[in-house]
């Protein structure tokens, strides 16, 4: 059962974090960072017609970090029957569990439960995250584990509109596998599977991604579909990893991020 009210700020409240910096796919590097992902995504018709593709080609950036947040500059490209559309690029700035500057955060105190992935049982640590944005609540129930990766193990979120008491959506995450090798560009890693579903009014989308500490933002590849409160398919889009940087550096795909050196360590 949940207690007392821990904590309440805006972005970046980082005594009341559940994910610390060490531990987040973005605050575990060090400024200058960035990774280049490229996305296919195909709208369909009836019948699962296939009425179009894009392709959208992303470099994300890591600009500025701190013990409160994080800063990224994305650029994107879309590519749409061969013609190229480039867009200025944008600043997102962030607290480490996803607040943004916008966002009143309050934490309650946590239990724990031991969870089963795969063969391997982990002790977790749970809590839970109100926050608001205008008229929109969203409640999120987090499994953190500061040991292993992917380190939120779970986490649930139901999104409601404060005026009408109704719910907008709910999100599931929940981690499948652990420690699975797999191809990231020339090398094998061990990554995580992650599987999140998407539940809202007009339908849900479900997505099953990869994830490594290893690369900046985590996420290395991703599968995912949209459906409609019908269950058609209604689009369909894979993420794929083209690369990644350290620092100010080129790519370095042996380099490891400051986690593993903490890790060592035994920081917490």
């Known amino acids: 059962m949940f207690l007392a009210l821990a904590a309440t700020a805006r972005v970046g409240r980082a005594e009341g974090c559940v994910v610390v910096p ?15 992902v490229k996305v296919v995504t195909t709208t369909f018709g009836d019948k699962q017609r296939k009425l179009g ?10 600009v500025d970090v701190d013990r409160e947040s994080y ?13 190229r559309f480039e867009s200025a690029p944008r600043f997102v700035r962030r607290g480490f569990d996803g607040e943004g500057d916008d966002d009143v955060v309050s934490y309650e105190d946590t239990t724990s439960e031991t ?26 129930t987090v499994h953190f584990s500061g040991d292993v990766s992917p380190f939120v193990l779970r986490k649930r979120t139901v999104s409601i509109d404060s005026k009408t008491n109704s719910r ?15 191809r990231v560009l020339s090398q094998r890693r061990l990554v995580s599977e992650i599987k999140t579903v998407h539940t809202h009014p ?4 479900e997505t099953t991604e990869y994830y490594t500490p ?40 042996d380099h490891r991020p400051r986690f593993f050196r903490l890790f060592r360590k035994r920081r917490r």
Request: hydrophobic share 35%.
């Open 202 to 205: 007009g339908g849900r989308s």
């Open 22 to 36: 060490s531990r987040h796919p973005w605050g575990a590097f060090e400024v200058g960072s960035w990774k280049k």
């Open 53 to 62: 593709e894009r392709v959208t080609e992303t470099k994300t950036t890591l």
């Open 115 to 140: 969870l089963t992935i795969g063969q391997q049982r982990i002790p977790s640590r749970i809590q839970k995250i109100v926050s608001q944005r205008g008229d929109t609540q969203r409640v999120s």
């Open 214 to 253: 290893e690369v900046p933002g985590g996420v290395v590849e991703h599968e995912s579909s949209e459906f409609d409160k019908n269950g058609r398919l209604t689009q369909s889009s894979t993420l794929q990893l083209v690369g990644y940087g350290l620092g100010d550096g080129d790519v370095r795909e």
């Open 71 to 83: 800063t990224l500059r994305v650029e994107a490209v879309v590519i749409v029957a061969g013609r």
């Open 168 to 182: 907008l959506g709910e999100t599931l995450l929940d981690v499948i596998e652990m420690a699975m090798p797999r």
